[in-house]
């Protein structure tokens, strides 16, 4: 009789699905992934098997998704839209981990926000919006500026709109009303954050959980550009808080596997911002700069085998390339840079890859880093991380 080697089906068949393959590859467990797109760039690490599951795009393809399930030892996701009704689905043929109940309440910004507050998080005010005259009483409430967003299918800046003055309040229905009707809307005060935090967290079959450092992180037109771990001048305190509030979601929503908490720091208070039921573009340093990655914990976690150890090697900062990749040659020649090319067409706007560089101390670390982005011309995508290194 042949040896089994467990396989783990993931939705959605992007990055993250990539990453996840490759770091499944050594412990000897495959992955099989869906998505509605036969050019989905993790089909080059994995196989890929096109199916339509996504909401908008017709009925779900029930047959291909059965055989999937059939074929699989579990499933998870690199997706946090899929259908909650496709989740619950596939969870009756097959282990799906997060549960499809957890993978819900992330997937809409009002839910989780709710949540965080019951669960004693802060978070910016905010309040729900399904009218065009719900709009203009939350602006009446919550004051100006205030980001108008959609409560779900947004990610990545996608689905928002910022309200400066009154004026914007007609533009801003425009842009998102039609939204509005599918899904719902939510206004939240715009928040003049110190920084922004993420806590990257695993949380296991058996309920251990266990967080890398906190990554410090920097967007750019609401896309994550850099990041920075362990997250430089934070204290044990803060640390200590953050820790305490991803494990009271984790466990609230009985969760199982990688996710990631989106914290703004005001005033020394962490405000929770979302969560994402999936690794996390800001977990990707932990690739080289983590005894256990973000991937490998992840399927591990889902698997039901113990964790890895999250604790961090030196200090790593990672940069994402957005629309294109740039010249390889700089990451490659410094000492501990790492090189990812998801293999996509260029597209603007579009998570190409990124680069980790990481160090044994914050000086070496500002070194390389200064090096890299002069030789590739990026010193104002790497200057908030150097002048923190400093
Ligand atoms: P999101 O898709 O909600 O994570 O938003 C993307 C980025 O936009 C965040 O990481 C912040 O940099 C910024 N942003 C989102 N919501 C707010 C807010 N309420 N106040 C200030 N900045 C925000």
Sequence with gaps: MSRHLPVVGILGGGQLARMLSLAAAPLGIRTRVVDSVADACAAQVTEL??????????ERDEAALADFASRVDVVTFDFENVPAATAQWLASRVKVFPAPAALAVAQDRLAEKKLFRECGLNTPDFMAVDTRDDLERAVA????????????????????????????????WEALGGAAAAHGLILEAFVPFERELSVVAVRGRDGEFRMWPL????????????????????????????????????????????????????????????????????????????HTSQFENHIRA??????????????????????????????????????????????????????TICAPDSGSLRERLVQVASELGRDGQAEPAVALLG
């Design 141 to 172: 409430t919550i004051g100006l500026p205030a980001i108008l967003k959609t409560r779900r299918l947004g990610y990545d800046g996608k689905g928002q709109f910022r309200l400066r003055s009154a004026a914007d309040i007609g533009p801003a």
């Design 215 to 290: 990554t410090r992180n920097w967007h750019v037109d609401g896309v994550l550009s850099l990041s920075l771990a362990p997250a430089p001048d934070t204290s044990d305190a803060l640390v200590e808080t953050a820790a305490a509030h991803a494990r009271t979601l984790a466990e609230r929503l009985d969760y199982v596997g990688v996710f990631a908490l989106e914290l703004f720091v005001r005033n020394g208070e962490l405000l929770g911002n979302e969560m994402a039921p999936r690794v996390h573009n800001s977990g990707h340093w932990t690739i080289e700069g983590a």
């Design 302 to 355: 889902v698997l039901g085998l113990p964790l890895g150890d999250t604790g961090a090697r030196g200090c790593s900062a990672m940069f994402n390339w957005i629309g294109e990749m740039p010249d390889p040659a700089p990451v490659l020649s410094v000492v501990d840079g790492h090189w990812h090319d998801y293999g996509k067409e260029a597209r603007a706007g579009r998570k190409v890859g990124h680069a």
């Design 49 to 58: 098997m096109v199916a339509d599951w996504s909401e908008g795009r017709g």
